[in-house]
């Protein structure tokens, strides 16, 4: 027996051998190829995703069949464009990734791998809620003939000539976070504006004593989202809280206008200078690239200096409204707002902010790529999917369920 084990050794080594370099060393293969390997290189081993990281949000979507990628048969290399507002920002990168995870789904459930893969690509502008360079990019994707194509709108007005055009060229449209009154869209994505708004409201009615001025800071005055949200925090002031008034509305794309008018007019300075009611010499006047988001701000809180609440329709304008208040030493004021990046939960928790609409941008995107699926398929959508929010506060901010939905 002990031979037999000897002999099988020996036979093993002499196979070794035959595989050895001349120098007496053991050659090192080379790697296996994919082509060699039977793959592609986009068939290698994925990183699985944990469900645990993003389900709860979503679960948070409704009607829940968008919250799945079940029974889209789109056909092998199908691609699907999706236009945020930005590109970069905290908030649109978590769209992105909602759309990426929609992809990945889709191509999980039709086992499509390599270049069969279903592509889903995200653009936004540079600049945040730049229109022009928004519609730019609608043109590119247009050129491209996708299959499907899921935008956040920035201007309710601008984009209908390139929606015409992809209905002529049968590329359906869904609208996500902020759509249009254009007849041709296949579906709506986004937050409850209106039920989060008059939330938001109350919220702030009930911190601020009756009486108290209330100012309005609105992110634009040109997407549907921003109009949604300002006026249904104003009707909802208004009807269930008079005696607390909106003293101001103010659109910071709007403002840089209306502060270096006011200035060169000599109707009000940066300084705490009482302004000179004359008009700047041509060679003092300045510009509307001159003016600064802080000016802005400034400027606004500076016109209401007895304002007890502030209302921001979204997360860069709630940092700036609360930057402004600390640079100008204004205490005691209650901000309410939207959406949940690192700075303002920060400041929730210092108690700078009295409580926020925290929206869910990742069911956003990952609803918006299952819709144009369906659109491309000549499947029936929902006129509108509601993606969730929650109200957070510096009490609720730890729970889990508000964890779960932080981005």
């Known amino acids: 027996m002990r031979k037999k084990f000897i002999t099988l050794i020996l036979c093993q080594m002499l196979v070794l051998g035959a595989c050895s370099s001349g120098n007496g060393g053991t050659e090192v293969q080379p790697e296996q190829n994919a082509e060699s390997a039977g793959q592609t290189e986009d068939t290698e081993p994925e990183e699985e995703k944990e469900p645990a990281k993003y389900q709860e949000k979503l679960n948070a979507i409704s009607p829940s069949a968008y919250s799945n990628a079940d029974g889209l048969a789109l056909e092998k290399s199908a691609y ?8 970069g920002k905290v908030f649109w990168n978590e769209a992105k990734k909602g759309a990426e995870q929609a992809a990945d789904d889709i191509n999980k459930a039709l086992g499509y791998k390599g270049s069969d893969k279903v592509k889903v690509t995200y653009n936004g502008p540079s600049e945040a809620e730049n229109v022009d360079e928004q519609v730019n990019i609608l043109d590119e994707e247009l050129a491209r003939y996708p299959v499907a194509i899921a935008i956040a709108i920035a201007d309710a007005k601008a984009c209908e000539v390139q929606f015409d055009l992809a209905a002529e060229n049968s590329i359906p449209v869904v609208a996500f ?3 249009s009154d254009y007849k041709g869209l296949m579906a709506m994505v986004s937050t409850n504006n209106e039920k989060a708004a008059a939330e938001a409201a109350q919220h702030l ?3 601020v004593e009756a009486g108290g001025k209330i100012v309005l800071v609105s992110h634009d005055s040109k997407s549907k989202t921003a109009t949604v949200r300002e006026q249904a925090f104003a009707e909802t002031m208004k009807s269930q809280y008079p005696d607390t008034p909106v003293a101001g509305v103010y659109h910071l794309d709007e403002m840089k206008k209306v502060i270096s008018n006011e200035v060169n007019k000599g109707a009000y300075r940066f300084d705490e200078e009482e302004p000179s009611g004359t008009e700047l010499p041509e060679g003092e006047k300045i510009k509307e690239e001159d003016i600064t988001r802080e000016n802005i701000i400034d400027y ?6 007895d304002v007890k609440g502030c209302y921001a329709t979204n997360g860069e304008a709630v940092v700036s409204v609360v930057e ?7 205490e005691g004021v209650q901000v ?3 959406d949940a990046d690192e700075a303002e939960v920060e400041a929730l928790r210092e108690g700078k902010i009295a409580g ?3 929206q869910n941008p990742f069911g956003m995107g990952y609803a918006s790529v299952i819709a144009a699926s369906r659109a491309a398929l000549g499947m029936a959508n929902e006129a509108y999917i509601d993606t969730g929010y929650l ?13 779960k939905m932080l981005y």
């Open 80 to 87: 699907i464009s999706v236009i945020g507002k930005s590109d």
């Open 177 to 179: 976070d902020s759509g």
């Open 205 to 207: 009615a009930e911190t």
């Open 300 to 305: 606004i809180l500076k016109k209401h200096p």
């Open 324 to 330: 402004g208040l600390k640079r100008l030493g204004m």
């Open 336 to 338: 309410v707002g939207y």
């Open 356 to 358: 926020l609409v925290v």
């Open 391 to 403: 109200w957070v506060t510096k009490e609720n901010l730890d729970s889990k369920e508000v964890q």
